[in-house]
């Protein structure tokens, strides 16, 4: 007995709005990446600046440069482990109706994850490329960054992000600028 293949079904009604709706909350998600990153970006460039020349992070940066490839991917992941699920529990608490408490959860994680986990990573950086399947693993996820952020960047609302973002940036650029 053979059976024949059925006729495609005509797609649900509700794709439509679904798809919308995981846009919409890409898209915000996208804004609010874009600001956070304009906000933090002059603060922060200089900060890191002033922190990697003074001499206690620097020795603290070469002793992670010198470590041998595990242990320095151990001196990484802890403090990877700790921050990452507290920016996940503030978007959570944020998308619960905790919107200043979980904004501020968020901003301050991504801060300690800028200062403390990108900064491990860059002076381990490496050691770290010296384990294979760590090498491999960032380099796809640098591939699929890349593809994510220019698909974003096409956007209509990314590019209205963008140029909000820009302005806000000035805006705070100036405000440091006067507070000089």
Not at 22 to 29: A, F, G, K, Q, T
Not at 61 to 85: K, Q, R
Not at 103 to 122: D, K, N, P, Q
């Amino acid at each position: 007995m053979t059976t024949e293949p059925s006729p495609k079904s005509p797609p649900s009604p509700w794709l439509a709005p679904l798809r919308a709706a995981v846009r919409l909350v890409l898209s915000i998600v996208l804004i609010l990446w874009t600001l956070l990153e304009a906000l933090l970006s002059p603060v922060l460039r200089p900060l890191l600046s002033l922190l990697g020349r003074l001499r206690i992070f620097e020795l603290f940066g070469n002793w992670l440069g010198s470590l041998p490839p595990y242990v320095a991917l151990l001196a990484f992941a802890v403090p990877f482990v700790i921050i990452e699920p507290i920016k996940a529990f503030a978007l959570y608490w944020f998308g619960i109706g905790h919107i200043v408490q979980g904004g501020t959860l968020y901003v301050l994680a991504h801060l300690a994850s800028i200062v403390i986990v990108e900064r491990i990573y860059h002076a381990a950086h490496g050691p770290l490329m010296r384990i294979d399947w760590f090498k491999q693993l960032m380099t796809w996820l640098s591939g699929l960054r890349r593809l994510a952020l220019d698909w974003a960047r096409a956007t209509a609302i990314w590019q209205w992000a963008a140029q909000l973002a820009a302005s806000v940036k000035a805006m705070v650029t100036g405000w440091i600028g006067a507070a000089r």
